[in-house]
């Protein structure tokens, strides 16, 4: 489902910092930033499991942070970016708002484009 919205990409050069935000969020939890590189295989970057346990790929951690915004917003914050991480970004979340069954990330946006020049 496409029940999501993303704002914030930009083109911004490397090193730079940039914050993404996701509306409108029905829970605290089960929320998803993934992001897809022209050519290349969607790749999830950030994910609050059900007991909020937050995770990052590899090629994000300590650079990435997932963050609660105010309004039901989730946001993704991106620092020290690098011309890798150019792609499109997309939040996802459970409709339900999750369940002791885990996360089903069935409600998506249609992504924000990000672009990092070096």
């Known amino acids: 489902q496409v029940n999501l919205k993303e704002s914030g990409g930009a083109s911004v050069q490397a090193g730079e910092s940039l914050t993404l935000s996701c509306e409108k969020m029905v829970s605290l939890y089960c929320l998803a930033w993934f992001r897809q590189a022209p050519g290349k295989e969607r790749e999830r970057v950030a994910f609050r499991d059900t007991d909020f346990t937050t995770t990052y790929a590899d090629t994000v951690k300590g650079r990435f942070r997932l963050l609660s915004g105010s309004g039901d917003t989730l946001l993704l914050e991106m620092n020290n970016l690098k011309p890798e991480d150019t792609a499109i970004y997309t939040c996802?979340?459970?409709?339900?708002?999750?369940?002791?069954?885990?996360?089903?990330?069935?409600?998506w946006g249609r992504g924000t484009l990000v672009t990092v020049s070096s």
């Open positions: 996802a979340a459970d409709s339900s708002g999750g369940s002791s069954e885990g996360c089903k990330l069935d409600t």
